[in-house]
């Protein structure tokens, strides 16, 4: 066994307090899902800290990255918007008019649809989503450092697995 496999954490304490009080019941979901919370908690500090390292925040990620994972142009419509970023109509105008205001985002007339506006990356928006990726893929990599490329690949597979039901 590894020497990291073999220490105890948080985890392991509070599953053993569980079974000391609650011995009836089967705790490994406790082990499974408790590590998984924290686990998105440092994963949420890791986004915070790699977004405001380029003066963004994490909505305007999301929005940015849609973009820019559409390619060039890095154009989409703003229903396109809703459904990559799975948020309401009120809620996407207004994302969109603050990143505006921020000239990340342009509005521009859809040439195949008169009534309709497409929503494109400005060279600042793409500048920001690109260095906050960057950065967030270099924190990520941190995250997974105690991990072999094997176990990366297993563990992305289980997770992959685990969430199929889910979706």
Do not use: C
Not at 48 to 54: N, Q, Y
Not at 76 to 92: F, Y
């Amino acid at each position: 066994m590894a020497p990291h496999e073999s220490e105890a954490d948080e985890v392991d304490e509070l599953v053993q307090a569980w079974r000391r009080e609650r011995d009836d019941l089967d705790l490994a979901p406790v082990e499974v899902f408790s590590r998984i919370s924290r686990l998105a908690r440092l994963l949420d500090l890791a986004r915070r800290e790699a977004f405001t390292a380029h003066d963004i925040e994490p909505w305007e990620f999301d929005v940015l990255a849609a973009l820019r994972r559409a390619g060039k142009p890095y154009q989409l419509s703003p229903g396109q918007l809703l459904r990559e970023t799975m948020v309401t109509s009120g809620t996407m105008t207004n994302r969109i008019d603050r990143l505006t205001e921020r000239d990340l985002v342009d509005r521009s007339p859809d040439p195949s649809d008169r009534r309709g506006v497409l929503v494109g990356l400005t060279v600042a928006g793409k500048r920001a989503v690109d260095g906050a990726f960057e950065t967030l893929l270099d924190r990520e990599r941190d995250l997974l450092a105690e991990l072999s490329a094997t176990e990366r690949r297993d563990l992305a597979a289980l997770l992959k697995r685990l969430m199929g039901p889910l979706r």
